[in-house]
């Protein structure tokens, strides 16, 4: 199985703060790679797809790059509603594993 | 509106049997492959299984393998999993979601307490 391992785990920041969320896949998964948020209660939402697609409706103060092992999430402009836990999910083989997650808290 | 949602969680017993169900509307249920992602109290996300379009091939990940078995019935657009001798770890929210390469629409989830 394709083990993702995201860094760091958590971090604070203030809004307006530029934020990068880093997710290293154990193996080669070419642009195999999603980006979702979460927060309390609710069920995920995808942000980005295939590593750097925009998915519809999602701001644009976030994006993500990245190819084979090394992939990262960005967001621009920390926004109060960004506030949340953030998942790098590989659909390269199954099963599709998610990273550990990496929670962005307010300072 | 794509919607997705989940029923059949609730409180069994260690060893017990548990089906759940998902019921699609607002796509074309038949033309996609259908995922179900569980999430532990307080932890993180992870893939359970999911089902081709015409329920001809199905993947589990390994701590379910030969205890859960996913399937579909296109007629009724509905996702299940049979979840059979059920451990306390299987403990968590399950969610079925829309996948593929990537999961857009997702359920609001069942919760599943496996407990004596």
């Known amino acids: 199985d394709i083990q993702m391992t995201q860094s760091p785990s958590s971090l604070s920041a203030s809004v307006g703060d530029r934020v990068t969320i880093t997710c290293r896949a154990s193996?080669?998964?070419?642009?195999?790679l999603n980006w979702y948020q979460q927060k309390p209660g609710k069920a995920p939402k995808l942000l980005i797809y295939?590593?750097?697609n925009l998915q519809s409706g999602v701001p644009s103060r976030f994006s993500g790059s990245g190819s084979g092992t090394d992939f990262t999430l960005t967001i621009s402009s920390l926004q109060p509603e960004d506030f949340a836990t953030y998942y790098c999910q590989q659909s390269y083989s199954t099963p599709h594993t998610f990273g550990q997650g990496t929670k962005v808290e307010i300072k | 509106e794509v919607q997705l949602v989940e029923s059949g969680g609730g409180l069994v017993q260690p060893g017990g049997s548990l089906r759940l169900s998902c019921a699609a509307s607002g796509l074309t249920f038949s033309r996609y492959w259908m995922s179900w992602v569980r999430q532990a109290p307080g932890k993180g996300l992870e893939w359970v299984a999911n089902?081709?379009?015409?329920?001809?091939?199905?993947y589990y990940v390994d701590s379910v393998k030969g205890r859960f078995t996913i399937s579909r019935d296109n007629a009724k657009n509905s996702l299940y999993l049979q979840m059979n001798s059920l451990r306390v770890e299987d403990t968590a929210v399950y969610y079925c979601?829309?996948?593929?390469?990537?999961?857009?629409?997702w359920g609001q989830g069942t919760l599943v307490t496996v407990s004596s």
């Open positions: 295939g590593a750097s």
């Open positions: 193996q080669s998964i070419s642009n195999y």
């Open positions: 979601a829309r996948s593929g390469s990537w999961y857009v629409y």
């Open positions: 089902i081709k379009e015409d329920g001809s091939e199905k």
